[in-house]
């Protein structure tokens, strides 16, 4: 069985998953420093894994503009990151393979993949909160865009 761990960093907050399979079997929230957002991370991965099995991967959604393919965080005003390497960063300090993805394309990849199939192949979403973001999926594919 797989076992992933979810982070989700907001503007106050980061909210984690510990996943078995598909089930989410732990979830923890702790605010943060934004200057050590990496050990915060750390110290949270540590204690979702503590008397568990460690994660085989793990996810990270964050506001602003994300280049997934290389886990650079780009620009996230709202979280005073420019240029971050989040993705590399937590692979050196956890030894896990770590993919960073936008916030409102995990949420709106999320609601589709839930779904299973009801809405269809093809779907756009809006996100309004702090900011506002947006997904989009063609033929079941979510859409990342040359830049990220």
Do not use: H
Not at 15 to 31: C, E, F, P
Not at 89 to 116: H, M, Y
């Amino acid at each position: 069985m797989t076992i992933s761990i979810g982070f989700d960093i907001g503007g106050t907050k980061i909210s984690a998953a510990y996943i078995v399979g598909q089930d989410i079997v732990a979830v923890q929230r702790l605010g943060y420093n934004r200057s050590e957002l990496v050990s915060d991370i750390a110290g949270l991965y540590k204690e979702l894994v503590s008397n568990r099995e460690p994660a085989s991967r793990i996810g990270v959604s964050c506001a602003g503009l994300v280049d997934s393919r290389s886990g650079i965080v780009r620009f996230a005003g709202n979280l005073g990151m420019d240029q971050f390497p989040l993705g590399p960063e937590l692979e050196n300090t956890l030894g896990v393979p770590v993919l960073v993805e936008n916030d409102a394309r995990c949420a709106i990849w999320g609601e589709f993949s839930k779904a299973q199939g009801s809405l269809g192949k093809n779907v756009a979403g809006l996100v309004l909160g702090t900011g506002v973001g947006g997904g989009l999926i063609i033929d079941s594919k979510l859409i990342i865009g040359k830049n990220g």
